[in-house]
T-cell receptor, first 112, second 116 residues
Framework: GDSVTQMEGPVTLSEEAFLTINCTYT??????LFWYVQYPGEGLQLLLKATKADDKGSNKGFEATYRKETTSFHLEKGSVQVSDSAVYFCALGDSGNTPLVFGKGTRLSVIA | GAVVSQHPSRVICKSGTSVKIECRSL??????MFWYRQFPKQSLMLMAT?????????EQGVEKDKFLINHASLTLSTLTVTSAHPEDSSFYIC????????????FGEGSRLTVL
């Protein structure tokens, strides 16, 4: 079945450092890809998404490109802030009644 | 954007009692809702999928008699943890997908259940 693998954390960075969180997937068909973010004590929020190959999702300085040839959707940000400290989930899915398939999440801590 | 509200955000109950968690889509009709349980190591486990007006589909290993899910309307789904025990203590998160069907899920804020 479909699956998502993302790098294990925790990841600790200094403020203004460059961030990459790797995500690869296996899927039949052509799913949409998502990054969700979970701040402490909260539910998940959609950070960005891409619905087809070569699409780039971006939001709040974060970017990820849907790479079909490498089955990847790596999350990047050029300069992280303390407020970016959260857990980041990579996910894939289609519309309809099928749930999203999530990676295990990567905890990011940004220190001043 | 689409908003999903979950209530209560925190609940503490005694062992053996039942707890109901509500999940509402505030500004869209949720044709499908999904309930997840999040464990301390942060991973999300899908518990069940519910479609409005039909019985929920439970994932393997999830006790349907213990975790009762009702999706009575297009804006409300409830999860009832029956005869709760300390091992049921967890963070429960609902999510919904609407008729706009863009693939993404909209999540509630989560409910922290602590069973004493």
């Amino acid at each position: 079945g479909d699956s998502v693998t993302q790098m294990e954390g925790p990841v600790t960075l200094s403020e203004e450092a460059f961030l990459t969180i790797n995500c690869t997937y296996t899927a039949t068909g052509y799913p949409s890809l998502f990054w969700y973010v979970q701040y402490p004590g909260e539910g998940l929020q959609l950070l960005l998404k891409a619905t087809k190959a070569d699409d780039k999702g971006s939001n709040k300085g974060f970017e990820a490109t849907y790479r079909k040839e490498t089955t990847s959707f790596h999350l990047e940000k050029g300069s992280v802030q303390v407020s970016d400290s959260a857990v980041y989930f990579c996910a894939l899915g289609d519309s309809g009644n099928t749930p999203l398939v999530f990676g295990k999440g990567t905890r990011l801590s940004v220190i001043a | 954007g689409a908003v999903v509200s979950q209530h209560p955000s925190r609940v503490i109950c005694k062992s053996g009692t039942s707890v109901k968690i509500e999940c509402r889509s505030l500004d869209f009709q949720a044709t499908t809702m999904f309930w997840y349980r999040q464990f301390p190591k942060q991973s999300l486990m899908l518990m069940a999928t519910s479609n409005e007006g039909s019985k929920a589909t439970y994932e393997q290993g999830v006790e349907k008699d213990k975790f009762l899910i009702n999706h009575a309307s297009l804006t409300l789904s409830t999860l009832t943890v029956t005869s709760a025990h300390p091992e049921d203590s967890s963070f429960y998160i609902c999510s919904a997908r609407g008729r706009m069907n863009t693939g993404e899920l909209f999540f509630g804020e989560g409910s922290r259940l602590t069973v004493l």
